[in-house]
Antibody
Framework: QVQLVQSGAEVKKPGASVKVSCKAS????????ISWVRQAPGQGLEWMGW????????IYAQKIQGRVTMTTDTSTSTAYMELRSLRSDDTAVYYC?????????????WGQGTLVTVSS | QAVLTQPSSLSASPGASASLTCTLR?????????IVWYQQKPGSPPQYLLR?????????GSGVPSRFSGSKDASANAGILLISGLQSEDEADYYC?????????FGGGTKLTVL
């Protein structure tokens, strides 16, 4: 069965960086992409970006472009999302989801979520 | 004005039907877009329900009950999620999503209360 297992909760200071991992299993990793979505406390869902596990192509949301980098390690079937220059409004649960290989279309399978808290 | 607008809350009775709307911003024609619907319960990731573009271009998520269906209302320029035979377990937040101008965009979500 398709599983996405994310790394554990993080507490970071403003200005720091965080790197969240998402390990996939139960399917051929390079046949799909990965989208990242975040949800601030009590708020709605916000799409952050997508990466193709096949060729590493990325599409980032304009709001965070320049602060985010998404990568994959096909040898371990793991996707990573790094967010830099963290601010308090980056405090959120971050989710990875399996998406289409050529472009983001919406994820049918999701990781359990990773809480990132940004606080001084 | 947001790309996708959803009512913040909706209440319905068990056994009834609920129609959740996702209205596209003026100037964005729902006829050209595929709308995806998610259900989210507290403390859990979103669950994929379905995607709907037209009667011949739609996909339900695996294991999703047939009580959940999608459609469009061209006159209202909206995507619709219809939940029939409401059950208490359907109480959740529901989000619509679509691809627009180089990004995936979510609606603000509708909190559905079943009482």
């Amino acid at each position: 069965q398709v599983q996405l297992v994310q790394s554990g909760a993080e507490v970071k200071k403003p200005g720091a960086s965080v790197k969240v991992s998402c390990k996939a299993s139960g399917y051929t990793f390079v046949s799909y992409g990965i989208s990242w979505v975040r949800q601030a406390p009590g708020q709605g869902l916000e799409w952050m970006g997508w990466i193709s596990a096949y060729n590493g192509n990325t599409i980032y949301a304009q709001k965070i472009q320049g602060r985010v980098t998404m990568t994959t390690d096909t040898s371990t079937s793991t996707a990573y999302m790094e967010l830099r220059s963290l601010r308090s409004d980056d405090t959120a649960v971050y989710y990875c989801g399996r998406d289409d290989i050529t472009a983001p279309e919406g994820s049918e399978y999701w990781g359990q979520g990773t809480l990132v808290t940004v606080s001084s | 004005q947001a790309v996708l607008t959803q009512p913040s809350s909706l209440s319905a009775s068990p056994g009834a039907s609920a129609s959740l709307t996702c209205t596209l911003r003026s100037g964005i024609n729902v006829g050209f877009y595929r709308i995806v619907w998610y259900q989210q319960k507290p403390g859990s990731p979103p669950q994929y329900l379905l995607r709907y573009n037209s009667y011949s271009d739609k996909q339900e998520g695996s294991g999703v009950p047939s009580r959940f269906s999608g459609s469009k209302d061209a006159s209202a320029n909206a995507g619709i999620l219809l939940i029939s035979g409401l059950q208490s377990e359907d109480e959740a937040d529901y989000y619509c999503m679509m691809w627009h101008s180089g990004a995936l965009v979510f609606g603000g979500g509708t909190k559905l209360t079943v009482l």
